[in-house]
């Protein structure tokens, strides 16, 4: 099993709402990834966990608050986001955290949009 | 701080033609250097990468991308495009004393032309 797999695909919320995202891979990789991507940019990182401990947390506001309960899974909590929030949220994994050079391997992204 | 420069924001190429995306990169060290590819909605999927050893690296899809040290440049090429491949390509690199954090250049869109 080589995949990334991101639930759910497409998310529509309010701004008063809670809502998580969901991230699962079963590669045997101990580095996950939270990224965000607006339309016609580059993804830009948002966290990551490595060997399930938060290793980077690139000054994301407070309302984004990413879990990582084993190995295979990552999530992300929602809570109280702004409309500018809206963007496709990928998620991607790697053999290790700290290499440098593993390969990351994404998911095909959640849709949020934020009302 | 490592960065990644793509020059073109644009490309259009006829299909069958030969495709060429430029890549410049800024790092102090010996760069970890990835070519992704993202079709429209969906996530990244690695092309090629580029750690050490022979400078041309073969990927999928008929890619292949060459490591100049003293250009620090990066670019992938294709030698006949098909449609499929109109897509935006994304080139990262990757710093071990980043903690495996990626960095993208802004992308090139590629348009095929029938």
């Known amino acids: 099993d080589t995949e990334v797999t991101q639930t759910p695909k497409h998310l529509v919320m309010g701004m008063t709402n809670k809502k998580s995202l969901k991230c699962e891979q079963h590669m045997g990789h101990r580095a996950m990834y939270w990224y965000k991507q607006k339309a016609k940019k580059p993804p830009e990182l948002m966290f990551v966990y490595s060997y399930e401990k938060l290793s980077i947390n690139e000054s994301v506001p407070s309302r984004f608050s990413p879990e990582c309960p084993n190995s295979s899974l990552l999530n992300l909590h929602l809570h109280a986001l702004q409309p500018e929030d809206s963007a496709l949220y990928l998620c991607?994994?790697?053999?290790?955290?700290?290499?440098?050079?593993?390969?990351?391997?994404f998911g095909p992204g959640t849709r949020l949009t934020v009302l | 701080a490592q960065s990644v420069t793509q020059p073109d924001i644009h490309i259009t190429v006829s299909e069958g033609a030969s495709l060429e995306l430029r890549c410049n990169y800024s790092?102090?060290?010996?760069?970890?250097l990835f070519w992704y590819v993202q079709s429209p909605g969906q996530g990244l999927q690695l092309l090629l990468k580029?750690?050490?050893?022979?400078?041309l690296v073969q990927g999928i899809k008929g890619f292949e991308a060459e490591f100049k040290r003293s250009q620090s440049s990066f670019n992938l090429r294709k030698p006949s495009v098909h449609w499929s491949d109109a897509a935006e390509y994304f080139c990262?690199?990757?710093?071990?004393?980043?903690?495996?954090?990626?960095?993208f250049g802004g992308g090139t869109r590629v348009l095929v032309k029938p």
């Open positions: 991607a994994s790697s053999l290790d955290g700290t290499s440098g050079y593993n390969e990351q391997f």
């Open positions: 580029y750690f050490s050893g022979d400078t």
């Open positions: 790092y102090g060290a010996t760069p970890y």
């Open positions: 990262a690199v990757g710093a071990r004393a980043a903690g495996n954090k990626l960095t």
